[in-house]
C-alpha cells in the first residue's frame, strides 16, 4: 500500500536503487536531492503506470519499424543491457545507436557527452 511505497521514497532507498540501477559510480548528492524533491503522492499515479507497461515487457518491434523520422538512442558504456539496444538501429529506420559513459542517466553522469552526441546527431556528423 501507500506506506511501503513511502518507503520506497525515503532518500535511503533512493541512494540504493539510484546506485545499484542507474549510475556507474555513487549518486551525488545533488541527484538524491533533486530526485527526492520529485517523490510523493502527486506522483505515484505516472510512476505507476510506467512501471506497469515496464513490466508486461512486451517487444515494441512493430512500432520501431513504423517510426521514419532519425532517431538517436543513447546506452551507457557499463549498462549491462547495452547489447540490447543495438536491434534497434536495425528495426528502426534512421536510427543511430552511440555508447556514452556511464550507466543510466546519461545526461547526469555524462553532460558533455551526451549534448556533444546530440548536437552530432542534429548536424548529421557522424564522427561526434
Given at each position: 500500500?501507500?506506506?511501503?511505497?513511502?518507503?520506497?521514497?525515503?532518500?535511503?532507498?533512493?541512494?540504493?536503487?539510484?546506485?545499484?540501477?542507474?549510475?556507474?559510480?555513487?549518486?551525488?548528492?545533488?541527484?538524491?536531492?533533486?530526485?527526492?524533491?520529485?517523490?510523493?503522492?502527486?506522483?505515484?499515479?505516472?510512476?505507476?503506470?510506467?512501471?506497469?507497461?515496464?513490466?508486461?515487457?512486451?517487444?515494441?518491434?512493430?512500432?520501431?519499424?513504423?517510426?521514419?523520422?532519425?532517431?538517436?538512442?543513447?546506452?551507457?558504456?557499463?549498462?549491462q543491457r547495452a547489447a540490447g539496444r543495438r536491434p534497434y538501429a536495425r528495426c528502426m529506420r534512421g536510427a543511430e545507436l552511440?555508447?556514452?559513459?556511464?550507466?543510466?542517466?546519461?545526461?547526469?553522469?555524462?553532460?558533455?557527452?551526451?549534448?556533444?552526441?546530440?548536437?552530432?546527431?542534429?548536424?548529421?556528423?557522424?564522427?561526434?
Amino acid at each position: 500500500g501507500s506506506a511501503a511505497i513511502a518507503l520506497l521514497e525515503r532518500r535511503a532507498f533512493v541512494r540504493f536503487f539510484s546506485n545499484r540501477f542507474l549510475f556507474e559510480r555513487e549518486a551525488d548528492e545533488a541527484w538524491l536531492d533533486q530526485a527526492c524533491r520529485l517523490t510523493g503522492p502527486s506522483l505515484r499515479p505516472p510512476v505507476a503506470a510506467f512501471n506497469a507497461g515496464l513490466l508486461r515487457a512486451r517487444s515494441f518491434d512493430d512500432e520501431l519499424r513504423r517510426v521514419t523520422q532519425p532517431t538517436l538512442v543513447l546506452s551507457g558504456a557499463a549498462d549491462q543491457r547495452a547489447a540490447g539496444r543495438r536491434p534497434y538501429a536495425r528495426c528502426m529506420r534512421g536510427a543511430e545507436l552511440r555508447t556514452l559513459p556511464g550507466l543510466n542517466v546519461l545526461p547526469w553522469e555524462a553532460p558533455k557527452e551526451t549534448a556533444s552526441a546530440i548536437h552530432a546527431f542534429i548536424a548529421g556528423d557522424e564522427t561526434g
